[in-house]
């Protein structure tokens, strides 16, 4: 990829990231928190199938795929300061949120070693994005298990 084509990706990806932050916020209000996030997984797979089958030339599916990507990484970033919230309280919500994005920041760190390891070790990147897509749908069947929890409580 050429500098110019790479800074184009960059850009689009970081412009979805913004756009899914606010239509997160949306939608987080309309259908609950934790479904946003629920979503957000369902399409980060999505996003991931479309770059497992992107092969080098496929310009449209590739900004297809990665603006799926960026909406959903600005989707757990726009919905995890008002679940925190929701979960502690408003009171200290900014201490609370700076322990849960300790979380973010692992996965953002550990995630691309891991990743960069398989592309290390096949030469490829599609085992890469399943491992992603595993990923994904274990946070997805997160989802399930707090709202399990969640109906306990709430019992």
């Known amino acids: 990829m050429s500098v110019v084509s790479a800074t184009a990706a960059v850009s689009t990806l970081a412009l979805f990231n913004v756009l899914g932050r ?6 987080s209000d309309k259908i609950g928190r ?3 996030l629920a979503l957000a997984c369902v399409m980060s797979v999505i996003g991931l199938i479309l770059l497992y089958f992107c092969d080098k030339g496929d310009v449209v599916l590739f900004y297809i795929a990665i603006s799926v990507i ?8 726009g919905v995890f300061p008002g679940f925190t919230a929701d979960q502690f309280g408003p009171k200290n919500n900014s201490v609370n949120y700076g322990i849960m994005f ?22 490829s990147y599609k085992n890469a994005f399943l491992t992603a897509m595993v990923i994904s749908l274990a946070g997805l069947g997160l989802t399930f298990v707090y709202r399990s929890i969640h ?3 709430a019992a």
Not at 70 to 77: E, L, P, S, V
Not at 105 to 123: C, D, E, M, R, S
């Open 34 to 36: 934790i479904n946003t």
């Open 22 to 27: 606010i239509l997160a916020g949306s939608i």
């Open 70 to 77: 960026g909406i959903c990484f600005g989707a757990f970033m």
């Open 151 to 153: 109906k306990s409580k």
């Open 102 to 123: 300790i979380g973010f920041a692992l996965a953002g760190t550990v995630g691309p070693i891991i990743l960069n390891k398989i592309f290390a070790a096949t030469g």
